[in-house]
């Protein structure tokens, strides 16, 4: 079983007329038809006529615990403690509802106080699991038998613990001796879908679905695998024939679908619905992070997780990347720091080594090192599964820039589409590819695409101007500088504007430019006004006159 701190909800039919119809029914139909619901009310309706039965008092506690109403159970099991003849074992079912309350110390006060069995190993086996203690946990390993009972616990610690391939290998054994528990199939899927393996998880979900087509717990699995598959339509398609049931209050799993109908919804609603939901379903906290990222509000993201202690993945991931964007966005190398940090602990992880995201984890901390020779190790060793991702491929190309592969960088640009094409870095990538490809003429009609009323273009024509320069493409560069001058009226630039000018001049010497294009330069520099130009342009006419150039 996976323990879990979520929100009691209801399990049940919704609604029973009691007066008329208790008598007709023994307790023991109500459990077979697990009705817990209806059991609580025909035993309440028994203690109105024998209140200190110790038996009944046992039985609602029994039911109240499954209904998931472990505030009430655990309430029932104090008052049970207080008669002289509480039954044994009474103490470890009250330490159960404590456990599921997240009162773990005092889970543990009690079920110590209790006497020994199984249940209670287990118990305490999950409570120094909850409590950091190791030593304990370990003790109460050794205890476990190879029952059944003590096989799931074990189980469930796998993967509370993230070891979901020892939990996998347990709940086959089990199953291949007991065909008829299906349940298990849950939990062997959830286990998958944990490791990534969404199709494996869906095959398995089918075979308890056609079992129980109307599981509330299958279907948002099924529609989590979808999700990750295919498509937040897909997953919300998967859901549809239960969102009714968000109008119910006794209803199991009311939390769960209100959390995964926002997700799938691509986060419509999700400032109403996922804050009440932080403290009892573990990815709302998640997914309103991602919500306030998705809208460029880093700072509320950031308010929610620098405190956070990470013990998942997804967890350390989400908490990396945003610390990646405050260091960026107010220039601070801690943050930056603490986000190799953070990605390295989960690339470098026995579980996470070898998997996909362990390896965009290490490509992402080896980037923010700008070791792009690095970068490209990792997305390589993954690049068969974003052959014609749109995100891979960005950041890919990024990678290849940095690392000077201007030749595959341009190939892999051309798998970029929609709204990345008008972000400055995909421009940014774009100009370099081509300048540095040598292909002056697409890179300047490029350029005259370039919206010019952009916050960034400025830093393209700069771009444009020091990559032309680079690569000796100076007529080229004197174009974009004295652009650029004319935008920013930065004086500074006129050595750029002068440098280019006496590049033409080498080019013209080489035959790599036509004779206008030397005169337009020589025009240029004759305008310039400051000391050097004019020495330059002195420098210039010499080496015309020497060589029967007439520039003017």
Not at 23 to 28: G, S, V
Not at 477 to 505: D, M, P
Request: charged letters at 25%.
């Amino acid at each position: 079983m996976l323990l879990t701190r979520n929100k009691t909800s209801r399990l049940g039919k919704e609604g029973t007329p009691i007066n008329n119809i208790l008598e007709n029914f023994n307790l023991e139909e109500f459990l077979l038809k697990r009705d817990y619901y209806g059991a609580i009310s025909m035993l309440e309706y028994q203690l109105k006529l024998d209140p200190n039965n110790i038996t009944t008092l046992s039985w609602l506690g029994h039911c109240a615990f499954h209904a998931g109403e472990y505030k009430k159970a655990s309430k029932i099991y104090e008052t049970i403690l207080k008669h002289e003849k509480a039954p044994p074992g009474t103490e470890v079912y009250l330490g159960c509802a404590y456990f599921f309350m997240g009162m773990h110390n005092e889970a543990k006060e009690i079920a110590e106080k209790g006497e020994k069995s199984d249940l209670q190993n287990r118990l305490l086996f999950h409570v120094s699991h909850k409590l950091g203690e190791e030593k304990k946990l370990m003790f109460h390993h050794s205890k476990l038998k190879d029952t059944i009972e003590d096989q799931l616990c074990l189980a469930s610690m796998h993967y509370l613990r993230m070891h979901y391939q020892e939990a996998i290998d347990i709940y086959k054994k089990i199953i291949l001796s007991n065909k008829n528990f299906v349940a298990l199939n849950i939990f062997l899927a959830l286990c998958y879908y944990k490791l990534d393996y969404y199709d494996i998880s869906l095959q398995v979900l089918q075979i308890y679905l056609q079992a129980h087509p109307d599981s509330v717990t299958a279907i948002n699995l099924a529609a989590a695998n979808k999700y990750r598959l295919h498509t937040p339509e897909a997953a919300q398609n998967e859901i549809r024939p239960i969102l009714h049931l968000l109008n119910s209050e006794m209803f199991f799993g009311k939390d769960l679908l209100r959390h995964n109908n926002v997700v799938f919804k691509r986060g419509q609603g999700a400032l109403q619905v996922l804050p009440s939901l932080m403290d009892t379903i573990p990815e709302a906290r998640i997914n309103i992070i991602i919500f306030h990222l998705k809208r460029d509000d880093v700072s509320a993201a950031y308010e929610i997780i620098k405190n956070l202690d990470p013990q998942v993945a997804q967890e350390y991931i989400l908490k990396a990347i945003t610390f990646t964007l405050v260091g960026y966005e107010n220039k601070s190398s801690e943050h930056i720091n603490e986000a190799v940090e953070l990605f390295n602990l989960v690339g470098e992880s026995q579980t996470e080594c070898d998997t996909i995201s362990g390896r965009q984890c290490m490509a992402s901390a080896r980037f923010l090192q700008q070791n792009f020779e690095e970068v490209l190790l990792y997305l390589n060793s993954i690049k068969t599964f974003f052959t014609e991702d749109i995100i891979f491929n960005f950041n890919y190309c990024q990678a290849l820039i940095g690392n000077q592969d201007y030749k595959e960088c341009e190939e892999s640009i051309k798998y970029i589409r929609g709204d990345l094409m008008n972000s400055s870095t995909y421009q940014f990538c774009m100009i370099k590819c081509l300048i540095n490809n040598g292909k002056i003429n697409e890179a300047n009609d490029y350029l005259r695409k370039v919206n010019k009323k952009s916050n960034y273009y400025e830093k393209i024509l700069s771009l444009f101007g020091n990559e032309c320069y680079r690569n000796g493409q100076y007529h080229a560069a004197l174009s974009a500088f004295i652009t650029l001058r004319n935008i920013n009226k930065n004086s500074e630039l006129t050595s750029a504007v002068r440098g280019c000018c006496i590049g033409i001049v080498k080019m013209y010497y080489e035959g790599k430019i036509t004779k206008d294009e030397l005169l337009n330069a020589h025009d240029i520099l004759y305008n310039e006004e400051d000391v050097k130009s004019r020495h330059a342009l002195n420098v210039i006419d010499k080496w015309a006159e020497e060589n029967n150039i007439k520039l003017l």
